[in-house]
T-cell receptor, first 111, second 114 residues
């Protein structure tokens, strides 16, 4: 019940295309859903986050869509660029001190 | 502003050896965490601390120990290293609870146990 399932494991997108990464969770007590971006040799960094009281949050080319009834949330990267090539992690937390991460998606954007 | 600093960046250990991964942050954050990252497995929480003198186990604490004597430092101790502890270790910190804001990560420490 503490797991966050992420798919796909890897994703190849052409420059200008849309990248979509999906996550699903079981614990309905989760109340915070961030996405982290990690470049090779670096630590993860917060990209965007959402709470379950909204269905969508957009920051520039990055959008989180949240479906509370389906217990799913997804990251959409519009107009994908080679500089977006990185590993993306979804995560979830409730009012505790633990952030549960998904298994990660390696995104490669080709010019 | 250095953020979260981890040392060493790389280390090779022999089975049975011990070592300490160092982590320090200069953001006056109360919360600190140790994660390990394995290919295809994501990030798993090893130990965390909500303030000086307070530590608690995460998802995968076996084979590790931590201490938090100051706000700034959160070292991770590996006793009797095993090949299963080969991984990339990340230290992170946050001002408050994880569901109130951002975790700031260090650049990682790559450990190989042979």
């Amino acid at each position: 019940q503490q797991q966050v399932k992420q798919s796909p494991q890897s994703l190849i997108v052409q420059k200008g295309g849309i990248s979509i990464i999906n996550c699903a969770y079981e614990n309905t007590a989760f109340d915070y859903f961030p996405w982290y971006q990690q470049f090779p040799g670096k630590g993860p960094a917060l990209l965007i986050a959402i709470r379950p009281d909204v269905s969508e949050k957009k920051e520039g080319r990055f959008t989180i869509s949240f479906n509370k009834s389906a217990k799913q949330f997804s990251l959409h990267i519009m107009d994908s660029q080679p500089g977006d090539s990185a590993t993306y992690f979804c995560a979830a937390s409730r009012d505790t001190d633990k952030l549960i991460f998904g298994t990660g998606t390696r995104l490669q954007v080709f010019p | 502003n250095a953020g979260v600093t981890q040392t060493p960046k790389f280390r090779i250990l022999k089975i049975g050896q011990s070592m300490t991964l160092q982590c320090t942050q200069d953001m006056n954050h109360n919360y600190m965490y140790w994660y390990r990252q394995d290919p295809g497995m994501g990030l798993k929480l090893i130990y965390y601390s909500v303030g000086a003198g307070i530590t608690d186990k995460g998802e995968v604490p076996n084979g590790y120990n931590v201490s938090r004597s100051t706000t700034e430092d959160f070292p991770l101790r590996l006793e009797l290293a095993a090949p299963s502890q080969t991984s990339v270790y990340f230290c992170a910190s946050s001002y408050g609870r994880v569901n109130t804001g951002e975790l700031f990560f260090g650049e990682g420490s790559r450990l190989t146990v042979l």
